[in-house]
């Protein structure tokens, strides 16, 4: 069994060094942690002294690996408005195959490209 950390003791700790505190079985990890502390304006004021534990070159090569890690992850991941198009052309598609359909009639097929020009047009 491992310490329990107050969340008043992981602000003290991220607000002096920057550091993280985790327990093996936390549910909110590193970004989690980060994101909600910057979030309420928990600014570190000095970095962690176990950085001073290795030297300038291996961690700027940590951070040089980190940073490639996330470009190469970035790089992978569609773009919003690609996402967007492929949703709507979908959706085109479906309503086109639907309007075509042999079992709607005229009037059917007007309604189906009014809604759908309607949604198009948000």
Not at 1 to 11: D, R
Not at 71 to 76: N, Q
Not at 97 to 114: H, K, M, P, Q, T
Request: charged share 20%; proline share 4%.
């Amino acid at each position: 069994m491992g310490y329990i950390y107050t969340p008043q003791y992981k602000i003290e700790q991220f607000t002096s060094t920057g550091r993280l505190m985790l327990e093996p079985e936390e549910l909110f990890r590193e970004a989690s942690w980060f994101s909600v502390l910057v979030g309420q304006n928990h600014m570190p004021r000095d970095y962690s002294p176990l950085l001073d534990a290795e030297s300038t070159s291996t961690n700027a090569q940590a951070l040089s690996e980190q940073r490639r890690v996330l470009a190469s992850a970035v790089a992978a991941i569609p773009m919003h408005a690609d996402i967007l198009k492929r949703i709507v052309n979908a959706k085109v598609a479906k309503a086109r195959d639907v309007a075509i359909d042999e079992r709607c009639g005229l009037a059917a097929r007007s309604v189906v490209f009014a809604a759908l020009s309607t949604r198009l047009c948000f």
